[in-house]
C-alpha cells in the first residue's frame, strides 16, 4: 500500500475528561477488550498499511504500554511499523512548555520530519474518537484515482443522533463528492435534515499535506480545518468519501456510554467485528478464560476473558478481569478492567473505570441517559 | 550478547502422536490439542519451564509438526524468544552419516546431544508435552543437588487401582530409587514416575551413548534407560511431587482434566495468577451471552456467542451455541456451531464441527458413575453432524 498512516492519540482528550484524566484519548478502553486506538491502527493495518505514526502529546503511558512493539497488530517490522512521536521542546518556533501540540496543525508541524522522510505518497490522518471498522484500502483507491489533494471520510447521519455532541464538522459536497462547504456544527443548530459530517479520518497526498504545513508555518496559521482547508475549497481538489458502515462518534462520558451498550445489538457488532478480513485487533494479555458459577444469570451482556461471574448480569459490558460476587446484581453498567463486585451489590446504569472496588451490599444506581461514573481505583 | 553456559536446559518430548486421542490427534500433534478453552496441551510445560527460570527449551517435535511448530513461533507468548538460548524447534534432521526419524525418547534426545552441548548445561531435564500440571522446577533441582543425584525422578502419589498405568517406584527412606517396574500388575508402591527427569548432563550423555550402541535396547527411557542407571548403582533418586497433575493421553482423561477446571473448587485453577498459563492468543471480539441464554459453572473463551443452554462445560473460542440448544457436561473447542435445538452432553467436539439442528450428540451424563468411567464421544474437526441425526456414546465421527 502506498500510504503512510498517522494518528492524533490526544486531539479531543478534554471532551470526555471522567475517562482522559489518566490516559489518551486513544488508550480509552472500549468494548470489553479493545482500546480506542485500535480501531484506527486496525483499518490501517487491514489496508496493508505498514508503516504508522502516533502522535501523543501528554498522559501516554497507558498507551504506550497498550501498544508495545506493535506486535499485535503485525506492526513489528524493520522496515516501517509503528513510530511513536512523543512532543519534544523545540518542536517549533516560540513553543511554550504549556503549549505544545495543542492543535492538529502544531501537532503536524512539530511531526514534519516523519511526514517528510516518508516515501509513501499519500499520508492517513486518523483521530481516535471514531469508532469503526473502514475498508481504507477503497478509500485511498478512489483519492489516487480522482486525484484528490485531500479526501475526508464523511458519515451521513441524522441531526438526532448529534444531540449529545458538543460540536461536529459538516461536510457539504456536490454531485461529484467535491467539497464545497467545510464548517463546524453545534447541536444547538436545530437543523432537521440529514447531514454529512467529518469522521475526522482524512487521506492527503503527502507533498500536498507538505505543503499546507510550510503555508501555515509561513503565514502563522493556527488551525488546519478553517485557515488551510477551508480557504482553499475553491482552487484545491477536496473530496468527500461516504462510510457506509458503523459509526460512532465518542465524545462525552453519556455517548461513550450509549455506544457501549451498543454494541449489545448484534447488528453493530456484526458491522464493527465480523466483517471478513478486516479484524479488530488489540493487545492481547494472558488471561484465562471466563468462568460462569453455578447460580450466576447472564443475560445481553458482552464479557472478556479472565472474568468471574457468580452473580446476575444483564445489559452490561464487563471487561477483562472482572469479577461479579453471588448475589450481586449488574444492569446497564460498563464495567472497566478488574472492577470488583461485592457480593450482594447492585449497580444500575454505573460506569467504573478500572481498579474499582464496590464493597459488598453496595446500591449505586445512574440514568440511561447519565450514568453514574465512579474513577480508577476507588473503593465505594 | 556473551554466549555463557546455562546452568540448566529444558528438553520437552513433543514428537508423540497420541494414538489414544483417536481423531483428536488425526492431523495435529498430541502436544497442540487445544484444551481448557484457550491453551494447547504445551502451554503447561512450557509455562512451566518459563516460571522455573528455565530459557532454554528444545522442543523435539515430529509427528505432524506444522500447527505445533507455526503455534510455537519464536517462543514470544512464553517469553521465549532469546538471543541466545530461548525455544528451539528441534525436528529429526541429516547428518554426514545418513539420517533418523526420532525412534523413541532417549534417541530422540540422543539425535540432539549436539544441541545439548552448545550450551554446556550442569543439568538437563527432560519433560514431555502431554501433561496438565504446574510445578516449580527449581524445587526439584535444588532437591537433586541437595542428594547429589546423578538423575532425579518426579513422581506422584496415585491410588493404588492406577498404579498399572504408570512406572511404579520403590524408594528408601532417604528418596533413594531401589526398584523400578513398568506397569506392575502388583504394586511394590504407590509412586507413579510423571516422565518428568533432571539428570546430571555427563551422565546423561554417557548413558544414552552406552543405550544407543545397545542393539537390544528399544531406547526408551522408562524400559532401558533408567533401569540400566539403576543396575549401575548410580544415585538415582525420587522426587516427590504434590498437587495436580494430569497425563491427558486418553479421550477419558482429556475430559476428565478438563472438568477438573469446573465447580466452586475447582482441582485446577487456572485464575491463580501466582503461576498463569501462557498461551497464544487469538484477537477475537469479546462473548456475548444471549438474553435466553443459561450458562453456569462453566468457563467461555472469547468469540463466543451463547443463545441456549449451556451447563458444565469448557468453551474455546468462537463457539456459538444457539438457542434451544442444550450443552452439558462437554468440551467445545474453536469455532464449533450447536445448532437450533441441538444437544450435546459427555462430548468432546473438535475445532470447526458443526451440530446440525436438533441432532443429539452423547447422553446425559450418569451421576453414579466416577469422572473416568463417563463414556465420552468425540466429534472430529470439521465434522457435519446432520439436522436431526443423533450419535451415541462411543461413536467417533470424523472427518475423511
Given at each position: ?8 492519540s ?10 482522559t484524566?489518566?490516559r ?7 468494548g ?7 480501531f484506527?491502527?486496525s483499518n490501517l493495518?487491514?489496508?496493508g498499511?505498514?508503516?504508522v505514526?502516533?502522535i501523543?502529546h ?6 504506550l ?6 506486535r499485535?497488530?503485525d506492526?513489528?517490522r524493520e522496515v516501517g511499523?509503528i513510530?511513536?512521536?512523543p512532543?519534544?521542546?523545540?518542536s517549533y518556533?516560540?513553543a511554550?512548555?504549556?503549549r505544545?501540540?495543542s492543535s492538529r496543525l502544531?501537532?503536524l508541524i512539530a ?12 499520508m492517513?490522518?486518523s ?6 471498522n473502514i475498508?481504507?484500502a477503497e478509500v485511498?483507491?478512489?483519492h489516487a484515482e ?5 479526501t ?12 449529545l ?13 467535491r ?5 463546524e456544527?453545534?447541536?444547538?443548530d ?11 479520518i482524512?487521506?492527503a497526498?503527502?507533498?500536498y499535506?507538505?505543503k499546507?504545513?510550510?503555508d ?12 488551510l482547508?477551508g ?5 484545491d481538489?477536496f ?6 458502515g458503523?459509526?460512532?462518534?465518542v465524545?462525552?462520558l ?5 455506544c ?5 445489538d448484534p447488528?453493530v457488532r456484526?458491522?464493527l467485528?465480523g466483517i471478513p478480513?478486516?479484524?479488530v ?8 478464560p471466563?468462568k ?7 443475560a ?21 478481569g472482572v469479577r ?14 478488574d472492577t470488583?463486585?461485592?457480593e450482594?451489590a ?9 481498579d ?6 453496595r446500591?449505586?444506581s445512574?440514568h ?5 461514573f465512579i ?5 465505594v | 550478547?556473551p554466549?555463557k ?7 520437552l518430548l513433543?514428537?508423540g ?10 492431523k ?6 487445544k484444551f481448557g478453552?484457550?491453551?494447547?496441551i504445551?502451554?503447561f510445560t ?5 516460571n522455573s527460570?528455565?530459557d532454554?527449551?528444545?522442543?523435539l ?14 517462543g514470544?507468548?512464553?517469553?521465549l524468544?532469546?538471543?541466545?538460548g530461548g525455544l528451539?524447534?528441534?525436528p529429526p534432521y ?7 526419524w ?7 534426545i540422543?539425535?540432539n546431544?549436539?544441541f545439548?552441548?552448545r ?6 531435564i527432560?519433560l514431555?508435552?502431554d501433561h496438565?500440571?504446574r510445578?516449580?522446577?527449581r524445587k ?12 532425579t525422578i ?5 491410588p ?9 517406584m ?7 530409587i531401589?526398584k ?7 504394586p511394590?508402591s ?5 516422565g ?5 548432563k555427563?551422565k546423561?550423555i554417557s548413558?544414552?551413548e552406552?543405550d544407543?550402541a545397545?542393539?537390544?535396547?528399544s531406547?526408551?527411557?522408562g ?8 543396575a549401575?548403582?548410580?544415585n ?6 504434590e498437587?495436580?497433575?494430569k ?13 477438573d477446571?469446573l ?7 487456572l485464575n ?23 450458562v453456569?459453572?462453566?468457563v467461555v473463551?472469547?468469540g463466543c456467542?451463547?443463545?441456549g ?5 469448557v468453551?474455546g ?6 438457542s434451544?440448544a ?5 468440551v467445545i473447542?474453536?469455532?464449533v456451531?450447536?445448532?437450533?435445538g441441538a ?6 467436539v473438535d475445532t470447526g464441527a ?9 447422553a ?10 463417563v463414556?465420552?464421544?468425540v466429534?472430529?474437526?470439521?465434522v457435519?453432524?446432520?439436522?436431526g ?5 462411543h ?6
Amino acid at each position: 500500500m502506498n500510504a503512510a498512516g498517522l494518528i492524533f492519540s490526544n486531539i479531543h482528550d478534554t471532551t470526555i475528561p471522567e475517562l482522559t484524566r489518566t490516559r489518551t484519548m486513544a488508550s480509552l478502553p472500549f468494548g470489553c477488550r479493545y482500546r480506542l486506538v485500535d480501531f484506527a491502527l486496525s483499518n490501517l493495518v487491514n489496508a496493508g498499511i505498514t508503516k504508522v505514526g502516533i502522535i501523543t502529546h501528554n498522559n501516554y503511558k497507558s498507551l504506550l504500554e497498550h501498544l508495545g512493539s506493535g506486535r499485535d497488530w503485525d506492526l513489528e517490522r524493520e522496515v516501517g511499523g509503528i513510530k511513536i512521536l512523543p512532543p519534544f521542546i523545540t518542536s517549533y518556533e516560540n513553543a511554550s512548555s504549556d503549549r505544545v501540540y495543542s492543535s492538529r496543525l502544531e501537532a503536524l508541524i512539530a511531526v514534519m520530519s516523519f511526514i517528510s522522510e516518508c516515501s509513501e505518497e499519500h499520508m492517513v490522518l486518523s483521530d481516535c474518537d471514531v469508532i469503526c471498522n473502514i475498508d481504507l484500502a477503497e478509500v485511498i483507491e478512489k483519492h489516487a484515482e480522482r486525484g484528490a489533494d485531500i479526501t475526508i471520510v464523511t458519515k451521513r447521519i441524522s441531526p438526532k443522533k448529534l444531540h449529545l455532541t458538543p460540536r461536529v464538522t459538516v461536510v457539504r459536497a456536490d454531485g461529484d463528492g467535491r467539497i464545497c462547504d467545510f464548517a463546524e456544527y453545534t447541536s444547538e443548530d436545530g437543523r432537521k435534515n440529514e447531514i454529512e459530517v467529518s469522521m475526522n479520518i482524512m487521506i492527503a497526498k503527502k507533498y500536498y499535506l507538505i505543503k499546507l504545513i510550510e503555508d501555515a508555518v509561513a503565514h502563522g496559521y493556527t488551525s488546519f480545518e478553517h485557515q488551510l482547508i477551508g480557504q482553499r475549497l475553491g482552487e484545491d481538489r477536496f473530496f468527500a468519501f461516504g462510510h457506509g458502515g458503523y459509526y460512532a462518534l465518542v465524545n462525552r462520558l453519556e455517548s461513550y456510554y450509549r455506544c457501549s451498550l451498543e454494541l449489545l445489538d448484534p447488528e453493530v457488532r456484526r458491522r464493527l467485528f465480523g466483517i471478513p478480513d478486516r479484524p479488530v485487533m488489540t493487545r492481547m494479555l494472558n488471561l484465562p478464560p471466563t468462568k460462569y458459577m453455578t447460580g450466576a444469570r447472564v443475560a445481553n451482556s458482552l464479557v472478556a476473558d479472565g472474568c468471574v461471574i457468580e452473580g446476575m448480569v444483564e445489559n452490561s459490558i464487563v471487561f477483562r478481569g472482572v469479577r461479579v460476587g453471588r448475589g450481586a446484581t449488574v444492569r446497564n453498567c460498563v464495567l472497566l478492567d478488574d472492577t470488583y463486585v461485592g457480593e450482594g451489590a447492585e449497580l444500575y446504569c454505573v460506569v467504573t473505570d478500572r481498579d474499582v472496588l464496590i464493597k459488598d451490599g453496595r446500591r449505586l444506581s445512574g440514568h440511561e441517559t447519565l450514568p453514574f461514573f465512579i474513577g480508577k481505583g476507588v473503593s465505594v | 550478547m556473551p554466549k555463557k553456559k546455562k546452568e540448566w536446559i529444558a528438553m520437552l518430548l513433543a514428537g508423540g502422536q497420541g494414538s489414544r486421542l483417536c481423531s483428536l490427534t488425526g492431523k495435529i500433534a498430541k502436544s497442540a490439542v487445544k484444551f481448557g478453552g484457550k491453551y494447547r496441551i504445551i502451554d503447561f510445560t512450557l509455562t512451566n519451564c518459563v516460571n522455573s527460570g528455565i530459557d532454554t527449551v528444545g522442543v523435539l517435535t515430529q509427528y505432524q509438526p506444522h500447527l505445533l511448530n507455526e503455534y510455537m513461533g519464536t517462543g514470544v507468548p512464553w517469553d521465549l524468544e532469546r538471543i541466545w538460548g530461548g525455544l528451539k524447534i528441534l525436528p529429526p534432521y541429516q547428518r554426514q552419516h545418513g539420517a533418523d526419524w526420532y525412534r523413541s525418547t532417549a534417541n530422540a534426545i540422543y539425535q540432539n546431544i549436539d544441541f545439548i552441548n552448545r550450551y554446556a548445561p550442569d543439568y538437563v531435564i527432560i519433560l514431555s508435552g502431554d501433561h496438565i500440571y504446574r510445578m516449580d522446577y527449581r524445587k526439584m533441582l535444588e532437591y537433586h543437588k541437595e542428594k547429589n543425584s546423578d538423575c532425579t525422578i518426579a513422581v506422584l502419589d496415585v491410588p493404588l487401582s492406577e498404579t498399572g498405568r504408570f512406572g511404579i517406584m520403590s524408594t528408601d527412606p532417604d528418596g533413594r530409587i531401589i526398584k523400578f517396574i513398568e506397569k506392575p500388575k502388583i504394586p511394590e508402591s504407590t509412586k507413579a514416575s510423571m516422565g518428568i527427569y533432571i539428570f546430571s548432563k555427563e551422565k546423561l550423555i554417557s548413558y544414552l551413548e552406552a543405550d544407543d550402541a545397545d542393539a537390544e535396547s528399544s531406547n526408551d527411557f522408562g524400559k532401558n534407560v533408567i533401569p540400566s542407571i539403576l543396575a549401575a548403582g548410580e544415585n538415582l533418586y525420587a522426587y516427590e511431587f504434590e498437587g495436580y497433575w494430569k497425563d491427558v493421553g486418553t479421550v477419558s482423561s482429556l475430559w476428565e482434566a478438563n472438568m477438573d477446571m469446573l465447580g466452586p473448587e475447582p482441582r485446577l485453577n487456572l485464575n491463580d495468577k501466582v503461576w498463569s498459563i501462557y498461551s497464544r492468543q487469538d484477537s477475537r471480539p469479546p462473548q456475548h451471552i444471549g438474553r435466553l441464554a443459561v450458562v453456569e459453572n462453566s468457563v467461555v473463551t472469547e468469540g463466543c456467542e451463547i443463545y441456549g443452554s449451556v451447563i458444565n462445560c469448557v468453551l474455546g473460542s468462537g463457539v456459538r451455541v444457539m438457542s434451544g440448544a442444550s450443552v452439558r457436561d462437554s468440551v467445545i473447542m474453536d469455532d464449533v456451531l450447536i445448532s437450533e435445538g441441538a444437544s450435546v452432553d459427555c462430548a468432546i467436539v473438535d475445532t470447526g464441527a458443526t451440530i446440525g439442528a436438533g441432532a443429539r450428540v452423547g447422553a446425559p451424563r450418569d451421576e453414579s458413575l466416577p469422572p473416568f468411567e463417563v463414556e465420552v464421544t468425540v466429534i472430529g474437526a470439521g465434522v457435519f453432524v446432520p439436522s436431526g441425526v443423533e450419535v451415541t456414546p462411543h461413536e467417533k465421527l470424523i472427518m475423511v
